[in-house]
């Protein structure tokens, strides 16, 4: 089993910035594929980030690229999503996740039913 522990978000004006950390913990080393993905209510979660955790490739959605940033500290098992230039739109909770299997690149952004372990999620509010 691996649990991830989620940190950070708040509220921020629009253009302002904002960073989330999840620690994953407990059998870590099965783990090949983690991100972040967000939801507002009513609306499906949809992907924000992935990486191939442990190695280099990372996935953005379109609407947050040049503006979010992915990255990942193996030797601390943490994954962070550093997100600039907020938009209004940004706002949702956010959740980071994780699965046993590479994520093959950006279609594992809407795979988000292939994410095995889950944190409890953070809210992020944007206020313009």
């Known amino acids: 089993q691996v649990q991830l522990a989620e940190s950070g978000g708040g509220s921020v004006q629009a253009g302002g910035s904002l960073s989330l950390s999840c620690v994953l913990s407990?059998?870590?080393?099965?783990?090949?594929?983690a991100g972040w993905f967000r939801q507002v209510p009513g609306k499906e979660r949809e992907g924000v980030a992935t990486?191939?955790?442990?190695?280099?490739?990372?996935y953005y959605d379109d609407s947050v690229k040049g503006r979010f940033t992915i990255s990942q500290d193996n030797a601390k098992n943490t994954m962070t999503l550093q997100m600039n230039s907020l938009k209004a739109e940004d706002a949702a909770m956010y959740y980071c996740?994780?699965?046993?299997?590479?994520?093959?690149?950006?279609?594992?952004?809407?795979?988000?039913?292939?994410?095995?372990?889950w944190g409890q999620g953070s809210q992020v509010t944007v206020s313009s």
């Open positions: 996740a994780a699965r046993d299997s590479l994520c093959g690149g950006h279609y594992s952004l809407s795979e988000a039913a292939a994410f095995d372990y």
């Open positions: 990486l191939n955790y442990g190695g280099e490739s990372t």
């Open positions: 407990g059998n870590v080393g099965i783990i090949d594929c």
